[in-house]
């Protein structure tokens, strides 16, 4: 079975400009999740999908960002403007269901300069 | 707060040596915890599940115990090959996969 795709895997941006990742899980994964890993620590969650609403975005800092998912299935998440501090692999995960583990994609590294 | 240790130093054995690695937690109360291998560049790999009644859980030549009066959990990879070398995350989570959070890795290095 395909895996977790995401795109872009790499992006350098300037501070303050904008910038949108992409992910599509794997098909009939119903929870999405969306972290970012600072070098050096772990998996930090900014937002959790159950299909396609919403049921934990308490850590994501909802000034600078957004994300969605359509149609339960793809999600993008987007940061505007973006900071130095923002720098960081932005990992998207989904799951059967949520008491299920998550399959990882690989990545994008943004670099913020 | 929540938090979620790991062995912050690398863990360097030899071949053939059980790795043993552990995980603590304070003020929270898991529904289950995973262990995660991570290799340089990638997305974590699940290795593990396992919930909050349950004391053990195997799988091949891993091994996860959960103890929830000690609020730690020790992942033992027995019979260690080279190839076991990455990092191993472990990461709690309530009931419905919410507020999930990670501890921040340890590495292994198996040397042969």
């Known amino acids: 079975e395909a895996g977790v795709a995401q795109s872009p895997r790499y992006k350098i941006i300037e501070k303050r400009q904008s910038v949108a990742f992409w992910c599509n899980p794997i098909?009939?994964?119903?929870?999405l999740y969306w972290y970012q890993q600072i070098l050096g620590q772990g998996p930090k969650l900014l937002i959790q999908?159950?299909?396609?609403?919403?049921?934990?975005d308490s850590q994501l800092p909802k000034d600078r960002f957004s994300a969605e998912r359509l149609k339960g299935v793809d999600s993008t998440l987007k940061i505007q403007p973006a900071k130095l501090e923002d720098s960081a692999v932005y990992l998207c995960a989904s799951s059967l269901d949520r008491n299920n583990e998550q399959f990882f994609g690989p990545g994008t590294r943004l670099t913020v300069l | 707060s929540q938090k979620i240790e790991q062995n912050s130093e690398a863990l360097n054995i030899q071949e053939g040596k059980t790795a043993t690695l552990t995980c603590n937690y304070t003020?929270?109360?898991?529904?289950?915890l995973q262990w995660y291998r991570q290799d340089p560049g990638r997305g974590p790999v699940f290795l593990l599940l396992?919930?909050?009644?349950?004391k053990e859980k195997r799988k091949e030549r891993l091994k996860v115990t959960f103890d929830t009066t000690l609020k730690q959990s020790l992942f033992h990879i027995t019979a260690s090959q080279p190839a076991d070398s990455a990092t191993y995350l472990c990461?709690?989570?309530?009931?419905?996969?919410?507020?999930?959070?990670f501890g921040a890795g340890t590495r292994l290095f198996v040397k042969a």
């Open positions: 999908f159950q299909n396609n609403g919403v049921v934990d």
């Open positions: 098909s009939g994964h119903a929870t």
């Open positions: 396992i919930r909050e009644n349950e």
């Open positions: 003020n929270y109360s898991p529904a289950y």
């Open positions: 990461a709690l989570a309530r009931t419905g996969g919410f507020k999930t959070i």
